[in-house]
């Protein structure tokens, strides 16, 4: 006979198992598996397989062996681990793209019917049309004040009608008509609500954002420092530029108000002192504009030239 394991040898066997995952991997998705069957998690582990690895477990053993890990190798990052480890939660460790494994994970989501009892996890809308149900199955419509008719011996819905809002729980009456109507209005697979990443803890959400998001968020961030560093007087890398600008002007300012003068100043209070010299400055551009335009008329002129020619230039009179 082959000797059945002990769940000492069993719970070593797991705690082994978790001490070799957190050493090998510094990347963690934590997912909650509500409602996902075995078979459910069994494709996903497959989908995962080469890169990842999902581990389930009770909460308060991998709590502990996290604990004691820490102690031993020192690492005090992975417990940052423990406070995530609520519900019915599990742990996929990973060495590939977290977005990419994130995406992986949500490919294996399977449909299921509404049972009694159950909290809604989305709005669950009847549409409207034929059921297919004979007339005879009307109480259940009435039950639930869904407006129906009978079209060619069966029962036909009017309007679509929100049996069961999000957050509600699925009653007996609506779990057995979708049930008759063959609707499954839920899906389930893993969800994952946060990730590990060697020792910083971030939402998923984080993983959608692309390098235009960043760039934008950093941009407003720079115009803020940039702001708050102008109005206090408080001198950083953003807000250096204006400073110097700002500080020109003023001295300019002075400059022009006073003796007192400088290279960068000497062109502008020339411009003040003499304003002709702008005009003089800018006379010649406007003038080689100007004179752009009778030149090409000439040319025009000359171009048409040629289709001036006469008759009699050819040998024909106007007459003949």
Known sequence: MVNKTSKADKKIAYDQKLCNLLDEYTQVLIAVADNVGSNQLQNIRKGLRGDSVVLMGKNTMMKRTIRVHAEKTGNQTILNLIPLLVGNVGLIFTKGDLKEVSEEVAKYKVGAPARVGLVAPVDVVVPPGNTGLDPS??????????????????????????????????????????????????????????VYDNGSVFS?????????????????????????SLAISYPTLAAAP???????????????ETEYSFPQAD???????????????????????SGAAPAAAKEEEKKEEPAEESDDDMGFGLFD
Do not use: C, W
């Open 267 to 289: 062109k502008v209070k020339e411009y003040l002192e003499d304003p002709s010299k702008f005009a003089v400055a800018v006379a010649p551009v406007a003038a080689a504009d």
């Open 137 to 194: 199955q009307t109480s259940f419509f009435q039950v639930l004040n869904i407006p129906t008719k009978i079209n060619k011996g069966t029962v036909e819905i009017i309007t679509p009608v929100e049996l069961v809002k999000k957050g509600d729980k699925v009653g007996s009456s609506e779990a057995a008509l979708l049930a008759k109507l063959g609707i499954r209005p839920f899906s389930y697979g893993l969800v994952v609500l946060s």
């Open 204 to 228: 998923p959400e984080v993983l959608d954002l692309t390098e235009d998001d960043l760039i934008e968020k950093f941009a407003l961030g720079v115009s803020l420092v940039t702001s708050l």
């Open 242 to 256: 204006h400073m110097f600008i700002n500080a020109y002007k003023n001295v300019l300012a002075v400059a022009v």
